[in-house]
Structures are given as C-alpha cells and as structure tokens.
C-alpha cells in the first residue's frame, strides 16, 4: 500500500503551527496550576471562615466586625419583627454605646433611589 504524508492535523492545523503553540499553551497551564496552588494554601490574603461572628436567637441576628481605630468592634442587630438595624460601637473598657439605628425599608429604599430605581 502507498501512504501519503500528512502535513496537517485532523483538525486541519498546519503540524509547524501547532508546534509554536505548544510550548504557549505549556506556559499557561503552568501558570494557572501555580495560582491555583496558591490560592487553595492559607496564603497572604486568605480570609479564615469564622462562624462566631454571627448569631442569631428569635427575632434577632448580630453579627461583629472589627470597628477600627478607637472602636474595637462593631455589633450590628437586625430586629426582624420592628425591621430595624441597630448599630452599636464597643469601645475599650466594654463601653457600648448606640451609634446608629435604621428603619430597613427606607433604608432599602433609599438605597433603590441613589440606584436609579434598579433592582
């Protein structure tokens, strides 16, 4: 039988082409294995998952947050059945002290206005 030589690929791409992009394509995943390697490790930038930031107990859910400067924490309460958000500042020596308190459907809808109505 007489076999011809093929200069191109099943899929029509010249064999010379192809051998330019392997070393392209090579590189790339290379790349992309090491971002992902680095993202799964505990790195710089990893945020830990911490489940006592938030709690919840009938009609009540709070959550923490670190305040900043001379604030050491933040604890927000949503009240569900007034629909309220009260914010409250702990400062050092346990003091806390209201520093917001906010009516979320007007919140809500406010926040729509400054969108321009979009949802």
């Not at 050491?72 to 009260?86: P, Y």
Request: charged content about 20%; overall charge neutral.
């Amino acid at each position: 039988m007489n076999q011809t030589h093929r200069t191109k690929s099943e899929a029509g791409t010249p064999a010379r082409s192809r051998d330019l992009w392997t070393p392209v394509l090579s590189a790339s995943a290379l790349v992309l294995a090491g971002l992902l390697l680095f993202r799964l490790q505990d790195g710089p930038g990893a945020t830990p998952a911490l489940g006592d930031m938030t709690g919840s107990r009938g009609p009540y859910t709070m959550m923490t947050t670190f305040g900043g400067g001379s604030i050491e924490e933040l604890v927000a309460v949503v009240d569900d059945r007034a629909e309220h958000l009260l914010l409250y500042a702990v400062r050092p020596g346990d003091s806390l002290d209201l520093v917001g308190n906010e009516h979320l459907p007007g919140l809500f809808s406010a926040a729509r206005r400054g969108a321009g109505g979009r949802p």
